[in-house]
């Protein structure tokens, strides 16, 4: 079942997705405005990436970690800086966060600066199958003319470097997602479910 996610009410319903979700992103500054955030946010918890982003792989409450490049403001003398690296892909395996994807940044971006945005995404993309990491893809779009068909999605996946399969399998992960959650909110501890 493909899903998208977007930040608008609005959006269209014929693009090839069984199911168009509008989410809230948390954008914190602190660990404990994150803290306060998450226990608001009741739905699917997307928290934005920045220069805080071990902090959000610590933190067992967040779903996905959208766009971990955003916290970047250069890159190092010898590699990339894509804001993951080996610390915070196992703490988001630990804590089975997804990364997101979000194609409105290449969109609403022109030039060099979309270029890096693009360079970062393929190494977080690297990253998350070298550490078994979910991926989703989304438009995030703002508005319904930034909404993307499915097909364009996963064009963009792949040239993000995903195999198609793995672009595919980036737009069903919402809908696994939120299966798990509601099957984890009828666990009481572990090994023991209420019916």
Not at 107 to 121: H, P, S, V
Request: net charge positive; hydrophobic share 40%.
């Amino acid at each position: 079942m493909f899903t998208d996610l977007i930040l608008c009410k609005e959006h269209f319903s014929d693009l090839g997705f069984d199911k168009v979700i509008s989410v809230n992103i948390i954008e914190p500054a602190t660990k404990k405005e994150l803290r306060k955030k998450l226990k608001q946010e009741s739905g699917l918890r997307v928290v934005l990436g920045s220069a805080n982003n071990r902090t959000v792989a610590e933190t067992k409450k967040v779903d996905i970690l959208l766009s971990p490049e955003k916290g970047v403001k250069k890159d190092s003398l010898h590699h990339r800086n894509s804001g993951l690296d080996t610390v915070i892909c196992g703490l988001a395996k630990k804590n089975s966060i997804a990364i997101g994807f979000n194609f409105n940044d290449i969109l609403t971006n022109e030039g060099t600066k979309r270029a890096e945005i693009i360079g970062r995404m393929m190494q977080n993309v690297w990253l998350c199958r070298k550490y078994k990491l979910r991926m989703v893809l989304g438009s995030f779009a703002k508005d319904k003319w930034q909404m993307r068909a499915r097909n364009d999605l996963i064009s963009f996946g792949i040239i993000l470097g995903m195999h198609p399969a793995e672009a595919k399998k980036s737009l069903e992960a919402i809908s696994e997602i939120l299966k798990e959650k509601k099957e984890k909110k009828f666990v009481i501890c572990e090994g023991v479910k209420q019916l």
